[in-house]
């Protein structure tokens, strides 16, 4: 059973910062591709961003490319995104996803990735 937990969300004022970070137990490979996906009220959820486990390659959506980064601490089974620059659109539920077998054609796509955390909800004031 593999199980995800992330931490970090808040409520920030636009221009602010914050650090998501999401914790994994269980039997995972260092091989896997871990994503970020956020949903906000009425919309479907969608991709953010996600790394690789093997060469640590990394893809953003276009609307947080430059803001946002996305890392892995192998060691500590753990992946971060490290959002700066917010603005009031990034309000969401913010989820973490982990794919198994790493499918660099599927990497955005929700329904691709095998198990997910209970999402911490981030909050951008203007």
């Known amino acids: 059973q593999v199980h995800l937990v992330e931490s970090g969300g808040g409520l920030v004022q636009a221009g602010g910062s914050l650090r998501l970070s999401c914790t994994v137990t269980?039997?995972?490979?260092?091989?896997?591709?871990m994503g970020w996906f956020r949903q906000a009220p009425g919309k479907e959820r969608e991709f953010v961003a996600a790394?690789?486990?093997?060469?640590?390659?990394?893809y953003y959506a276009d609307s947080v490319k430059g803001r946002f980064t996305i890392s892995r601490d192998n060691a500590k089974n753990t992946v971060y995104l490290q959002m700066n620059s917010l603005k009031p659109e990034d309000t969401a539920v913010y989820s973490c996803?982990?794919?198994?077998?790493?499918?660099?054609?599927?990497?955005?796509?929700?329904?691709?990735?095998?198990?997910w955390g209970q999402g911490t909800q981030v909050t951008v004031s203007s």
């Open positions: 996803a982990v794919q198994m077998i790493v499918a660099l054609w599927s990497i955005t796509t929700p329904n691709r990735y095998d198990y």
């Open positions: 269980g039997r995972t490979r260092s091989s896997s591709a």
């Open positions: 790394i690789t486990g093997s060469a640590g390659s990394t």
